[in-house]
């Protein structure tokens, strides 16, 4: 019984393989135009910061690098929105959040709010003690703010938080990606897969 239940949940779930890996594309697609938009419209002052070793990153080759990422990122969520050379633009992309987790989030762990009362804000690994210390920043804030403030306006659109900028995001977007890379962009809901219908052998 157990055993054909499993075999029909099993059918169910293969007809229906398409509509996650369509969800994992809309949803990365306005992150990555979003970022790459960013670049772009900030193109001079991101090459700076990505030049720049005492405030930024200091990587070689800053104005190819910011070219390459912006470019990567906008056009990138393009192709995840409309599934078109789906596993291609995967590839430079889960690039991109590798050189940003490596370069910019991994000395901050892994939360990307600073959350102290999450397990992950004292643990052994992936952890940023600074995140310990938020609490009592955010209430001083909180507490200036509500005496020369305008705290209820302030607040009324959501709390205060840190941002951590660990690299939860990061590695969210790039697990996301690699499953696109290794399933395809899905059925039904995709370019590639009517290439694919049209142009088998290509």
Same mark, same amino acid.
């Given at each position: 019984m157990i055993l054909g239940l499993n075999t029909k949940l099993n059918e169910? %779930? %293969?007809?229906?393989? !398409? @509509?996650? @890996?369509?969800?994992i594309r809309l949803y990365l697609a306005p992150v990555m135009a979003q970022a790459g938009w960013q670049k772009l419209t900030h193109f001079d002052s991101t090459v700076e910061w990505f030049g720049n070793a005492e405030y930024g990153l200091g990587l070689p080759f800053p104005f190819l690098l910011t070219a390459l990422a912006a470019l990567t990122e906008f056009v990138g969520a393009w192709l995840l929105l409309f599934g078109l050379a789906t596993r291609l633009i995967t590839i430079p992309l889960m690039i991109t959040m590798v050189v940003a987790i490596v370069t910019v989030h991994w000395q901050h762990g892994w939360l990307a709010i600073a959350d102290a009362s999450? !397990? +992950?804000a004292d643990g052994t690994i992936l952890h940023n003690p600074a995140v310990l210390a938020a609490p009592e920043k955010l209430a001083a804030a909180k507490a200036i +703010?509500?005496?020369?403030?305008?705290?209820e306006w302030l607040t009324s659109s959501g709390n205060f938080v840190i941002l951590n900028n660990g690299i939860e995001f990061a590695a969210t977007y790039l697990i996301m990606l +690699?499953? @696109?890379f290794t399933c395809g962009p899905g059925r039904y809901c995709s370019v590639d897969y009517f290439l694919q219908q049209r142009y088998p052998t290509a």
């Open positions: 169910t %779930a %293969a007809r229906f393989s !398409w @509509l996650p @890996l369509l969800l999450s !397990w +992950l +703010l509500n005496e020369h403030g305008y705290i +690699l499953v @696109l």
